[in-house]
């Protein structure tokens, strides 16, 4: 009996145990979740700011309206004053404040404050009222596919809104009631209330200044050429940090097409960040710049500046001919060096230098440029491109990526390529936020500048700016060229492919401009897909790029040097 009584003892310990201290705090929260009923207050949503402090999304005052079925006293009233006041079903409403199973359920979001002020004043019996934040973008489609859009219920669904959820999103609070067994308040009762987070607020390196110029210029590339889309990338290539991104076309972030979800899905898309194409000639600085390195290196391989190419059309490679886009008649593209090469953007000359480095330093260039691979920008879905493995390139493959064909970059790819080689050769990664603020303004956050690797040394760089200089002054890229200031770039005209083979008239044209040349302070990237009466990226690419920067020069006022 002792024994037996001891066991007992012992269990009931070790049960009270369990009960009061193992599973104490949740048997508390079931229990007060059981005699109180609750309403949410929302926190309100971190601002997303420019690198000025400029809001580009913003929060309105808003509410939500509940019900509570077991509180309704006088559910004909109530179903005839909620569905006058946000056209629903009354029926449909009628039958579910008549479900005893029902708790609470959610009438409506981001109601405005009017609105509730007429219904408090019907006195509806089990209908409550809580804050809700509505998100409201003031430059409407501005950065349209960057800044994203947020659900119902306030969290981010896609872009900088999605990505930075954590921070802009806060904690909500609630107010507690004290219900009876069947979830009806208890009169008397004073509610608790539980006080709101507020969310933090982003601030980007996004110059407002410099992203309405871009949008300006896409903007009237589109209307000009009528393409698939056009977009236009700005960054600082001494850190990454993404000044402006702007793509045509755009849509309100206010009133999204969010009707079909298919072309939503599509249009809201980043094509700077998650789409991949072809690169044509804007590559060449890739091969440029490694032949460059190399040869200063020591790299008997790579060629001098001043080895002048052979002047054929034609590179056979793999039993196939490579040819130029131009036809060499009446000596045109002869005697051609480095420099000539890149200001004709003449395809066999960078064959020859691809051939001659051969894929394992070819391949280390364009790895360590970030290709093949994400860049890491702070931004959701990036793509990162197609490159054919290198135990698996040919000849015939190297030959042609030497010159942008047979592999896809992203534009983002591209823009922090080319920025690594014109920065002095260190390869930075992309980034839109700079910094997390509080709702006073300090900062709790830094995100600095990334830089990955270097890629060349400063001696190549600065041979790459003076090339890419001469490129614009006297080259293809003319169409970028401004009186007075010192600026270099890159032209690109990529064919499209479809079901595997060449879409005849269908082109991707492009440039890369930056500028001061001997110290860059603005790198911009134009990609236009598939325009139409365009002939190539120095046509259609290149002006867009020199608009934004006669803008930026004149909206900062940089003076001629």
């Known amino acids: 009996m002792i024994i037996a009584v001891t066991f007992i003892f012992l269990f ?13 705090g949740a048997l508390q929260e079931k229990a007060v979740d059981q005699w109180t009923r609750e309403l949410p207050v929302k926190a309100e949503r971190g601002l997303i700011l420019d690198a000025s402090g400029n809001v580009l999304a913003g929060n309105a005052e808003s509410f939500a309206v509940f019900v509570r079925p077991r509180c309704v006293t006088d559910k004909e009233k ?3 004053a909620l569905s006058r006041t946000f056209s629903i079903d009354e029926q449909a409403l009628l039958k579910k404040l008549g479900d005893a199973d029902r708790s609470e359920m959610t009438v409506a979001r981001r109601v405005d404050k009017k609105t509730v002020e007429k219904l408090n004043e019907l006195d509806l019996a089990g209908v409550y009222y809580s804050t809700d934040n509505s998100r409201v973008y003031p430059y409407d489609d501005l950065l349209w596919s960057v800044i994203g859009i947020t659900a119902s219920d306030g969290s981010g669904i896609y872009g900088l809104e999605k990505y930075y959820d954590k921070y802009l999103r806060g904690i909500d609070g609630e107010f507690l009631y004290e219900a009876d067994l069947v979830g009806k308040d ?9 006080a709101a987070s507020d969310g933090l607020s982003i601030k980007l390196n996004i110059d407002l200044e410099i992203q309405l110029i871009a949008e300006a210029a896409v903007d009237n590339a589109y209307i000009t050429y009528t393409p698939k889309s056009a977009s236009v990338i700005v960054l600082d290539p001494s850190t990454g940090g993404i000044a402006a991104l702007a793509s045509a076309p755009r849509y309100s972030l206010n009133d999204p097409p969010k009707d079909d979800v298919e072309f939503f899905n599509k249009a809201i898309r980043s094509p700077v960040i998650v789409d991949a194409y072809e690169p044509g000639s804007t590559f060449k600085t890739v091969t440029a710049a490694a032949n460059v390195q190399e040869y200063l290196s020591g790299n008997p391989a790579a060629f001098s500046p001043d080895h002048v190419f052979d002047s054929n059309r034609y590179r056979v490679v793999g039993g196939r001919q490579i040819k130029c886009w131009s036809t060499h008649a009446n000596g045109k593209h002869a005697n ?10 003449c395809n066999p000359c960078f064959v020859d230098i691809a051939l001659a480095l051969k894929k394992q330093t070819m391949y280390g260039y364009i790895e360590n440029l970030g290709y093949g691979k994400v860049t890491g920008v702070d931004f959701p879905g990036e793509a990162s491109g197609m490159l054919v493995p290198m135990s698996s390139v040919t000849d015939g493959d190297l030959a042609r990526i030497s010159f942008g064909q047979t592999i896809a970059v992203t534009p983002i790819q591209l823009a922090c390529s080319t920025a690594a080689i014109i920065n002095g050769g260190t390869y930075y990664a992309p980034y839109f936020a700079k910094e997390v603020v509080n709702s006073s303004g300090e900062t709790v956050e830094v995100f600095p500048k990334r830089a990955v690797t270097r890629v060349i040394s400063e001696e190549a760089s600065k041979i790459m700016r003076g090339y890419l200089e001469q490129v614009v002054a006297v080259g293809s890229g003319n169409k970028a ?4 200031y010192r600026v270099g770039g890159k032209t690109g005209t990529a064919q499209k492919y479809e079901n595997g083979v060449i879409a005849s008239g269908k082109y991707v044209m492009s440039f890369i401009g930056f500028f001061p040349a001997n110290e860059p302070k603005y790198l911009a990237l134009c990609v236009v897909d598939e325009p139409v009466g365009g002939q190539y990226g120095s046509t259609v690419a290149a002006p867009v790029v020199k608009e934004v920067f006669e803008k930026i020069i004149k909206v900062k006022k940089i003076k001629k040097q």
């Open 12 to 24: 009931m310990t070790g049960r009270l145990f369990v009960v009061q201290v193992v599973g104490g």
């Open 78 to 80: 109530v179903a005839d």
């Open 186 to 194: 208890i009169d008397g009762k004073t509610p608790s209330y539980v």
């Open 336 to 345: 051609e060096r480095l420099q000539e090469a890149l200001n004709n953007s």
């Open 481 to 484: 060229y401004i009186e007075g």
